[in-house]
């Protein structure tokens, strides 16, 4: 049987092969960063020249584990930009309707009985009890920040930041600081980075160098 592809399909510069892909086993990168996503707890840096190859080998790898989040760093110029990405991606929505119940008791002296339906009713001496259940719907706006935190460590959706030195640094610090808790729960980041500027992470986070491993460096294809 003859396949037939298109020409996009074979020749991809700058989009993501798939017939052409070259996993390079002897290099043995896939194995690196699958490794890196199943041990957890860290947050991971691929650094490498623009074009080198880093951005195709890290969505390979993360479109056979599992789901995964992928952000462009040229698009992101503030914290609610990443966030709000993150949360369109995951499909959070921007609100969320949570519903409460409740019992309430009315009571009334002298016997005097409610003649209300499909509820008990009590007599303690003289005085009528009703019971009846309440409920209520509270409409609230969704955190993207927490939401997304949350969803992705509860799921096992992995986090791949790509052009991560394109983020302004004061943006890249509040991503980082936020990002700490959730990679001590489990949550797996890849950041990618060119060589230059592969230690942004610990430069823009001091606490970080505990949580900070450099993955692959200066990858090309």
Not at 45 to 70: E, F, I, M, R, Y
Not at 158 to 183: C, M, N, R, W
């Amino acid at each position: 049987m003859i396949s037939h592809f298109k020409l996009k399909d074979v020749f991809t510069p700058g989009g993501q092969p798939s017939v052409t892909y070259v996993s390079r086993d002897h290099l043995k990168l896939e194995q690196r960063v699958k490794e890196a996503l199943a041990r957890g707890y860290a947050i991971n840096v691929v650094t490498g020249p623009t074009k080198s190859g880093k951005t195709v080998l890290c969505n390979h790898v993360l479109s056979q584990a599992g789901a995964s989040v992928s952000i462009e760093g040229g698009q992101i110029r503030t914290d609610e930009e990443f966030w709000s990405q993150i949360a369109h991606q995951l499909e959070l929505g921007r609100e969320r309707v949570r519903t409460e119940s409740g019992s309430q008791t009315d009571t009334a002296s002298g016997g005097v009985k409610f003649g209300i339906p499909n509820v008990a009713e009590v007599n303690f001496g003289g005085d009528s009890a009703v019971g009846r259940t309440t409920e209520r719907s509270i409409t609230y706006d969704v955190n993207h920040k927490l939401a997304s935190l949350q969803h992705m460590v509860d799921n096992d959706v992995a986090l791949l930041v790509d052009d991560f030195h394109y983020i302004p640094q004061e943006v890249q610090k509040s991503i980082i600081q936020t990002l700490k808790g959730a990679v001590f729960k489990g949550l797996s980041v890849i950041l990618l980075a060119v060589p230059h500027r592969a230690f942004d992470p610990i430069t823009v986070e001091q606490e970080l160098e505990g949580r900070f491993k450099s993955l692959i460096q200066n990858y090309r294809s």
